[in-house]
């Protein structure tokens, strides 16, 4: 069975760092492009980030030079590093699997920066 | 603003059948980019709904279904049921941004 959990959201200062990371069992994360995706409160889904099989890596405008996506094939994890926080960083992040597809979703963690 | 166009909301009786389109441009879908649908219902995460245009995962009933044409994509519900009220969001790629696409979401109420 399939199974996706993020853990490390919270609340954090404007300018701080927070470590977002991804449990996955099912299936291994260096074997198919793994994502996070967030949606602000009451607004729609935006892809943040994503890494390829090979190891490259995407993101959004927004946070190109803050976040840095990575994954841990030992541990099987998917982790997304987060730099100099901005209120509007605030949503919550998803981590999903993407075949041609964001096809397996966590629950997704909170971040909220705020002072 | 987002890449993809969705109407912010539509609605229908038990029973009926609507449909929810999603509105790109010759970067995305007019670029024969593919085009996913995601269910949320209120507090969960999305769900995979279609994929591919026209592709049900398992366990998703044969009442959904996916169009495109053009620039432009659908996602049909027929036999509309309470359980299908939820956020609905189409999905692709788009070869301008680099970047993957979603529209801004399209509410359903089922009256």
């Known amino acids: 069975e399939v199974q996706v959990v993020e853990s490390g959201g919270g609340l954090i200062q404007p300018g701080g760092s927070l470590r977002l990371s991804c449990a996955v069992s099912g299936f291994t994360v260096s074997s198919t492009y793994m994502s996070w995706v967030r949606q602000a409160p009451g607004k729609g889904l935006e892809c943040v980030s994503l890494?390829?099989?090979?190891?490259?890596?995407y993101y959004t405008v927004s946070v190109r030079g803050r976040f840095t996506i990575s994954r841990d094939n030992s541990k099987n994890t998917l982790d997304l590093q987060m730099n100099s926080l901005r209120a509007e960083d605030t949503a919550v992040y998803y981590c999903?699997?993407?075949?041609?597809?964001?096809?397996?979703w966590g629950q997704g963690t909170l971040v909220t920066v705020s002072s | 603003q987002s890449v993809l166009t969705q109407p912010p909301s539509v609605s229908g009786a038990p029973g009926q059948r609507v449909t929810i389109s999603c509105t790109g441009s010759?970067?995305?879908?007019?670029?024969?980019?593919?085009v996913h649908w995601y269910q949320q219902l209120p507090g969960t995460a999305p769900k995979p709904l279609i994929y591919d245009e026209t592709n049900r995962p398992s366990g998703v009933p044969d009442r959904f279904s996916g169009s495109r044409s053009g620039t432009s994509a659908s996602l049909a519900i027929t036999g509309l049921q309470a359980e299908d009220e939820a956020e609905y969001y189409c999905?692709?790629?788009?070869?301008?941004?680099?970047?993957?696409?979603f529209g801004g979401g399209t509410k359903l109420t089922v009256l």
């Open positions: 010759s970067s995305n879908i007019g670029a024969g980019y593919d």
């Open positions: 890494i390829y099989t090979g190891g490259t890596t």
């Open positions: 999903a699997s993407y075949s041609s597809y964001f096809d397996s």
């Open positions: 999905q692709s790629y788009d070869s301008s941004l680099s970047a993957w696409v």
